[in-house]
């Protein structure tokens, strides 16, 4: 048995965290037309900080990486002295913050790129509702395949972000290979019918992010960067066939990166694609020395219970962190949470149901 409880501190390779408890990465909205990091950022994540490990929201790479109306960025001078202002408040407080890597590649629209279509692993449409650009609700393109090249400065526009992140004052970075977005659309077979280097083979399919990773630990040792994935997801019109197969070899190679952990949507609350029975944190375990996050409609029962049992080392919230910043005291006193946000506020510009949740002890516990 690893562990015992959420609420013990844990050493997370060089970081002693004060407990086991993670934010979710969520994509808040509220950092401007020009995605430059500001000071209500600063206070929701400082509002957040009795988390063990806080996880930005998504954060694009290069203007080709942006999908997301109002997501912050990372890659001019303007964005890193905007997440400063974050990463100053959080440093105070003991907790280490990783800044969430994205690049959309499909789930993405023309109006982000001046009229040049969306890029992906190969020109496979996403099949899905409309995407909010800045331009209205529009139906999604077939994305243009990255070529050889494209892929190159790709790669390197990754290196360029984590280089940009450490000057931000950020303690480490994960690489968002989940949930549908680029790099995700080169690991699932769905999204990936390359014939060349980076489709096919698993190892092929690998590719991409093993590319990435290197170039993120160009910046950062292994101990402070993390991956994120979701075997079981189905959000943004994705699970291939032989999703078991992928991720179990995705796993078996991230293993030998000897990273600061692997943060894994295993549960099922955004859905499931059904090509199979689900994958658990029981079949990852065996695969993977290092430290595992579990995600994805957690409770405090059952992030205790999969603890206990040895399966994680460290559970993230998301949608329950939204209106309870204090959600790790909330849960070590058993005190209430309050109610879950409907989706209205969640992308919303400014601090409304953002940063006016107050907590528990304040003198009004609900939004002030
Ligand atoms: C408003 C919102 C924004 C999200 N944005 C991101 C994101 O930027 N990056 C990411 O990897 N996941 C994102 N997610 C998914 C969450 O990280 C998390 O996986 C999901 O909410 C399930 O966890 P929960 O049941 O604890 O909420 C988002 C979820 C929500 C509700």
Same mark, same amino acid.
Not at 163 to 192: C, M, P, R, W
Not at 232 to 253: A, S, T, W
Not at 300 to 306: I, M, P, Q, S
């Given at each position: 048995?690893?562990?015992?409880?959420?609420?013990e501190p844990?050493?997370?390779?060089?970081?002693?965290?004060k407990?086991?408890?993670? *934010?979710?990465?969520?994509?808040?909205?509220?950092?401007?037309?020009?995605?430059v990091p500001?000071?209500?950022m600063?206070?929701?994540?400082?509002?957040?900080s009795?988390?063990g490990?806080l996880i930005?929201?998504?954060?694009?790479i290069?203007k080709q990486g942006?999908?997301?109306?109002?997501?912050?960025?990372?890659y001019t001078?303007?964005m890193v002295?905007?997440?400063?202002?974050v990463?100053?408040?959080t440093?105070?407080?003991?907790t280490?913050?990783f800044l969430?890597?994205?690049?959309c590649?499909?789930?993405?629209?023309?109006?982000f790129h001046?009229?040049?279509?969306?890029v992906?692993?190969?020109?496979i449409k996403l099949?899905?509702?409309q995407?909010?650009?800045p331009?209205?609700?529009?139906?999604?393109e077939?994305?243009?395949? *990255?070529?050889?090249?494209e892929?190159?400065?790709t790669v390197?526009d990754?290196?360029k972000a984590?280089i940009?992140a450490?000057?931000?004052?950020f303690s480490g970075?994960?690489?968002?290979?989940?949930?549908?977005?680029l790099?995700?659309?080169?690991?699932?077979?769905k999204?990936?019918?390359?014939?060349d280097?980076?489709g096919g083979?698993?190892?092929?399919?690998?590719?991409?992010?093993?590319?990435?990773?290197?170039a993120v630990l160009?910046a950062?040792?292994p101990d402070?960067?993390?991956?994120r994935?979701?075997?079981?997801?189905?959000?943004?019109?994705?699970?291939g066939?032989d999703?078991?197969e992928?991720? *179990?070899?995705?796993?078996?190679?991230?293993?030998?990166?000897?990273?600061?952990?692997?943060?894994?949507?295993?549960g099922?609350?955004f859905g499931?694609h059904?090509k199979?029975e689900?994958?658990s944190?029981?079949?990852?375990?065996?695969?993977y020395?290092?430290?595992?996050?579990?995600?994805?409609?957690?409770t405090?029962e059952t992030?205790?219970?999969?603890?206990?049992?040895?399966?994680?080392d460290?559970?993230?919230?998301g949608?329950?962190f939204?209106?309870n910043?204090d959600l790790?005291e909330?849960?070590?006193n058993?005190r209430p *949470?309050n109610?879950?946000?409907?989706m209205?506020?969640w992308?919303?510009p400014g601090?409304?149901?953002?940063?006016d949740?107050a907590?528990?002890?304040?003198?009004?516990?609900?939004?002030?």
């Amino acid at each position: 048995m690893k562990t015992s409880n959420l609420y013990e501190p844990v050493s997370l390779g060089n970081f002693h965290l004060k407990n086991r408890i993670v *934010l979710a990465p969520m994509t808040r909205g509220r950092a401007g037309s020009e995605r430059v990091p500001n000071e209500v950022m600063a206070e929701y994540y400082h509002q957040r900080s009795t988390a063990g490990l806080l996880i930005t929201e998504a954060t694009v790479i290069s203007k080709q990486g942006i999908g997301w109306i109002d997501s912050p960025g990372i890659y001019t001078d303007e964005m890193v002295e905007g997440w400063q202002k974050v990463t100053s408040r959080t440093k105070p407080t003991d907790t280490p913050i990783f800044l969430q890597l994205w690049h959309c590649g499909r789930a993405s629209h023309s109006d982000f790129h001046d009229g040049e279509l969306p890029v992906s692993a190969s020109a496979i449409k996403l099949n899905g509702d409309q995407i909010h650009t800045p331009l209205g609700s529009k139906s999604y393109e077939t994305p243009r395949p *990255l070529s050889l090249d494209e892929i190159k400065t790709t790669v390197d526009d990754y290196r360029k972000a984590a280089i940009n992140a450490k000057a931000a004052g950020f303690s480490g970075v994960e690489v968002h290979s989940a949930n549908g977005y680029l790099i995700n659309q080169f690991l699932d077979s769905k999204t990936n019918h390359r014939e060349d280097q980076y489709g096919g083979s698993f190892d092929n399919r690998f590719r991409f992010l093993k590319e990435v990773l290197e170039a993120v630990l160009e910046a950062w040792t292994p101990d402070q960067v993390g991956v994120r994935i979701s075997p079981n997801g189905v959000f943004n019109d994705m699970g291939g066939d032989d999703f078991r197969e992928i991720y *179990l070899h995705v796993v078996k190679e991230l293993d030998k990166f000897n990273l600061c952990y692997l943060h894994i949507m295993d549960g099922l609350a955004f859905g499931f694609h059904e090509k199979g029975e689900p994958m658990s944190l029981a079949e990852f375990r065996p695969l993977y020395r290092g430290n595992i996050i579990g995600n994805c409609g957690y409770t405090k029962e059952t992030a205790e219970k999969r603890i206990e049992e040895g399966n994680a080392d460290l559970i993230a919230f998301g949608r329950p962190f939204i209106t309870n910043p204090d959600l790790p005291e909330r849960f070590r006193n058993n005190r209430p *949470l309050n109610p879950a946000e409907d989706m209205s506020l969640w992308y919303t510009p400014g601090s409304e149901g953002y940063t006016d949740y107050a907590p528990f002890d304040a003198p009004s516990s609900v939004k002030t």
